[in-house]
C-alpha cells in the first residue's frame, strides 16, 4: 500500500473530453425521497428548445455536501472578487417531454 492510500487519498483521473467541461445556464432539480436530480441544461437565445447536456443524480447526503461546498467557494471567489450580481432573469416555460406534436 503506498503512502498516498493510506493517508486517504484518493487518485481521481480527468480525461480530455470531460476536462474541457460543458458549458450551462440552467439547472433543473428534482428529487424523491433516495435521490437528488440535477439537469444542467444550454438554453440560446430566441431558441425554443433545449436539450440537457448533463444529469448528476445524487444521494440527498451527497446534495446538501454539495451545497456547503459550492457556498463555501462562493464565499471564497467573492472575498476575492467582489460580490456576484444576481440579475433578474425571465422566466422560462419548461416542457419535459413529448410536446403532443407529431
Do not use: W
Not at 473530453?17 to 445556464?25: D, F
Not at 440552467?26 to 437528488?36: D, K
Not at 448528476?56 to 446538501?64: D, E, F, R, Y
Request: aromatic letters at 6%; charged letters at 20%; a negative charge.
Amino acid at each position: 500500500m503506498s503512502d498516498a492510500n493510506q493517508q486517504g487519498q484518493i487518485n481521481i483521473e480527468l480525461d480530455e473530453k470531460v476536462a474541457e467541461g460543458i458549458y450551462s445556464n440552467l439547472a433543473i432539480i428534482n428529487h424523491s425521497a433516495s435521490e437528488f436530480v440535477v439537469d444542467f441544461v444550454t438554453l440560446m437565445p430566441g431558441v425554443p428548445k433545449a436539450k440537457v447536456k448533463s444529469r448528476i443524480v445524487l444521494t440527498p447526503q451527497h446534495a446538501k455536501r454539495f451545497l456547503k461546498a459550492l457556498g463555501e467557494n462562493i464565499h471564497r471567489y467573492e472575498l476575492t472578487h467582489g460580490e456576484i450580481k444576481d440579475t433578474e432573469q425571465p422566466q422560462v416555460p419548461l416542457n419535459f417531454g413529448p410536446a403532443g406534436q407529431a
